[in-house]
């Protein structure tokens, strides 16, 4: 039997991961399932169930802390591209209601900035923004590790930062629609997808992320032709970022800060786009990987009373 339970659950639009931790948020159990994400009823289903079988495994009714791609609107709806049937939903609600206790419900990239903040990459810095870059792009910004909480909840989400005019015309990139609904937001060029639309764009050819990695290794003109756009795009998004919160340390996640390439020549790729004599915030790679998300929603769950709280004084929040 364990002593004050948490559990920790990163909801994305392919798969549940479910973590249960101890009261030191060391991770006792985890495992993973396909998210349902077509009709309501089975994804409250579904989480119900999970939590039911940590209960089991743990002899306890633990904390809960969920992470999730999308936002909560001023009125308390749910808005998620990669979770559509929550779309219009109340959903925190919903899942408090449905597993009988309060729980703590936030967006997936700012559990992502809370794990390696505290116990991440980031651990030491006082401001620290978490990046992900992989479906999508998005993140958070903690000060001594606390997570930034605002008005409305959709800060961090850099992604949707304009692409500038000046690179869309050096590059003559097509000003795309985004999900959200927005114009030319840098996610449309900087996420996974992004890649594949910027080697269509200079050749023509459809390919996939990975496949852009091998021929980049393999020195391609075209494949290098999209590094050198997606560094300009990548670097004036954080140049911008960095201007407006200067964190000490942007901390990277999702499939994208994978590549070596990106990585490497980053650094130089901001400062090109940041006032003269100025550095580039530090750049780390996230130390907890994958798993940072479901870490940092256990983090909030530790946490539920405060939290509860907090929440409760304003209707609109980001999850």
């Known amino acids: 039997m364990l002593n004050l339970a948490i559990y920790g659950l990163d909801i994305g639009g392919t798969k549940i991961e479910t973590a249960i931790f101890d009261h030191e948020l060391n991770m006792m159990k985890s495992w993973r ?25 743990t002899s306890e009714r633990g904390n809960i802390g969920i992470g999730m791609p999308g936002l909560i609107t001023p009125d308390g709806r749910a808005l998620s591209a990669n979770i559509p049937c929550v779309t219009g939903k109340y959903i925190e609600e ?35 923004f978490g990046a992900i ?25 850099y992604g949707h930062i304009p692409l500038p005019a000046d690179i869309q015309a050096q ?16 996610e449309s060029y900087i996420a996974g997808p992004g890649i594949s639309r910027l080697y269509q764009h200079f050749n023509g050819e459809t390919i996939t992320p990975k496949e852009w990695g091998i021929r980049l290794k393999q020195n391609e003109g075209d494949a290098q032709q999209v590094l050198a756009c997606y560094l300009d795009i990548l670097g004036a998004t954080f140049a911008t970022l960095a201007k407006f919160l200067e964190p000490d340390v942007i901390v990277l996640g999702g499939g994208v800060s ?62």
């Open 33 to 57: 399932i396909d998210t349902p994400t077509q009709n309501y009823q089975v994804f409250l289903d579904t989480v119900l169930k999970l939590v039911k079988q940590a209960d089991d495994y």
């Open 171 to 186: 590059y003559q990139l097509p000003v795309l629609k985004c999900g959200c609904g927005l114009m030319a937001c840098v």
């Open 258 to 319: 994978l590549v070596d390439e990106i990585v490497n020549n980053l650094s130089p790729a901001i400062e090109k786009y940041l006032f003269s004599g100025f550095r580039a915030p530090l750049l780390k790679r996230a130390l907890h990987g994958d798993s940072s998300g479901v870490r940092g929603a256990a983090l909030l769950g530790s946490t539920i009373n405060d939290r509860t709280t907090v929440l409760s004084k304003s209707k609109a929040s980001i999850y």
């Open 133 to 157: 870059i992989g479906t999508g792009a998005a993140g958070g910004f903690c000060h001594n590790g606390q997570l930034e909480v605002t008005a409305q909840g959709f800060a961090g989400e």
């Open 94 to 128: 919903d899942l408090a209601t449905l597993l009988s206790r309060p729980i703590a419900l936030e967006n997936d990239t700012r559990c992502f900035a809370l794990s390696e903040a505290i116990s991440g990459a980031g651990k030491g810095h006082a401001r620290v």
